[in-house]
């Protein structure tokens, strides 16, 4: 099993900033790409950004230059830098993660969720 925890949400005023992190454990042969995703209240869950092993990051147009993606590989963990919050950005953020998963005798492609952080923002 694989577990994917994040923390770092909370409440900001509108033009704050936050850093929310994500960190795997369990039984991972190799972490792939990892993203963030967010849900607001009534709507669907949206794409916020995603970064590869090697360090790519692409980013939804609602945030881009205002949030950043970074990951260290060592710690299994990936972190959203969220600069200048809008009360918009108001949502639960999860983390998404695209690995291969040991199995015994073999590995498999999964992808896996976290719970969820929440986000606030204050206008």
């Known amino acids: 099993q694989v577990q994917l925890v994040e923390s770092g949400g909370g409440l900001v005023q509108a033009g704050g900033s936050l850093r929310l992190s994500c960190a795997a454990s369990g039984s991972i042969a190799r972490l792939n790409a990892m993203g963030w995703y967010r849900q607001a209240p009534g709507k669907q869950r949206e794409f916020i950004a995603r970064?590869?092993?090697?360090?790519?990051?692409n980013y939804a147009d609602s945030v881009k230059g205002r949030f950043t993606i970074s990951r260290d590989n060592a710690k299994n963990t990936v972190y959203l830098q969220m600069s200048s919050l809008k009360p918009e950005d108001t949502a639960l953020y999860y983390c998404?993660?695209?690995?291969?998963?040991?199995?015994?005798?073999?590995?498999?492609?999964?992808?896996?969720w976290g719970q969820g952080t929440q986000v606030t923002v204050s206008s």
């Open positions: 970064i590869t092993s090697g360090g790519s990051p």
């Open positions: 998404n993660a695209d690995l291969f998963e040991y199995y015994p005798g073999t590995y498999r492609t999964q992808n896996y």
